[in-house]
């Protein structure tokens, strides 16, 4: 099993920009699609973005295309979420996840979760 540790979440302006990274421990880190969930208060965590094992296959939600870009380093086991264009509501928590098998699919459910890092964005 993956562990994820996420960090870079902060208070922002909106208009702003954050990068958020999730730093994965164990071998296997290579194989996995990686994504990045959100929960804000008193809502259900939601899907935000999905990236292949090798970085060529990405997915977004609709409300963040055109503003977050997910990408990924395999050698240094991280994955990030770069967060350009920010709205007050952006603000949540966080969450890195790992998922079982190298590709994303909207049915997939995360085998690993990091510990979540809070995003706010003030307006």
């Known amino acids: 099993q993956v562990q994820l540790v996420e960090s870079g979440g902060a208070l922002v302006q909106a208009g702003g920009s954050l990068r958020l990274s999730c730093a994965a421990s164990g071998r296997t880190f290579s194989t996995h699609a990686m994504g990045w969930f959100r929960q804000a208060p008193g809502k259900e965590r939601e899907f935000v973005a999905a990236?292949?094992?090798?970085?060529?296959?990405?997915n977004y939600a609709d409300s963040v295309k055109g503003r977050f870009t997910i990408s990924r380093d395999n050698v240094k086991n991280t994955v990030y979420l770069q967060m350009n264009s920010l709205k007050p509501e952006d603000t949540a928590v966080y969450y890195c996840?790992?998922?079982?098998?190298?590709?994303?699919?909207?049915?997939?459910?995360?085998?690993?979760w990091g510990q979540g890092t809070q995003v706010t964005v003030s307006s």
């Open positions: 996840a790992a998922f079982s098998g190298p590709y994303w699919y909207s049915a997939s459910s995360p085998g690993s």
């Open positions: 990236i292949s094992w090798s970085g060529g296959t990405l």
